[in-house]
């Protein structure tokens, strides 16, 4: 084999594994951010059992509760890099990269409202639902706009 015909081979296996490299990335980051709104889906379902008295409101779990959304938006929102807008069954709206600063924005707004419900929750369980309606508020505001509904 000539020098030139493995180097070019060798050239087309590298890009083969940059670019499965890549997938391996973007499936990743979507897994990962699949996780942590599970988790805050999960978090949010507690507040709204103790709101709705589905549950008895407990000041400590309503504040875990609260802090799990509050704390998981900074990693979050590193999730989004380029090369992640398809696959892995995201319904992640392209507005998000379109418009990452306002989805960014809306994202730090609702972390800093679950804080407050975190902080509500010691009040009990009126001045945390007071709070919590904030974070549902945030919440919907951002799935509104970016988030691709299923059918």
Not at 43 to 53: C, D, L, P
Not at 110 to 123: C, R, S, V
Request: hydrophobic share 45%; net charge positive.
């Amino acid at each position: 084999m000539s020098k030139s015909k493995f180097l070019t081979g060798l050239s087309i296996v590298a890009g083969v594994a940059v670019i499965a490299s890549g997938a391996a990335v973007a499936q990743d980051a979507i897994a990962k951010r699949k996780a942590l709104m599970k988790a805050v889906g999960g978090a949010t379902k507690t507040g709204s059992q103790m709101v709705k008295g589905e549950i008895p409101f407990d000041a400590a779990k309503a504040a875990e509760s609260m802090n799990t959304i509050a704390k998981g938006w900074a990693e979050f929102a590193t999730l989004y890099p380029k090369g992640t807008e398809t696959g892995g069954e995201t319904t992640a709206s392209p507005k998000i990269w379109e418009t990452f600063a306002d989805f960014d924005a809306q994202g730090k707004k609702m972390a800093a409202d679950a804080a407050k419900a975190a902080t509500a929750a010691a009040g009990g369980a009126d001045a945390f639902k007071a709070a919590f309606g904030d974070v549902t508020k945030s919440c919907k505001s951002c799935h509104d706009v970016y988030r691709v509904k299923k059918n």
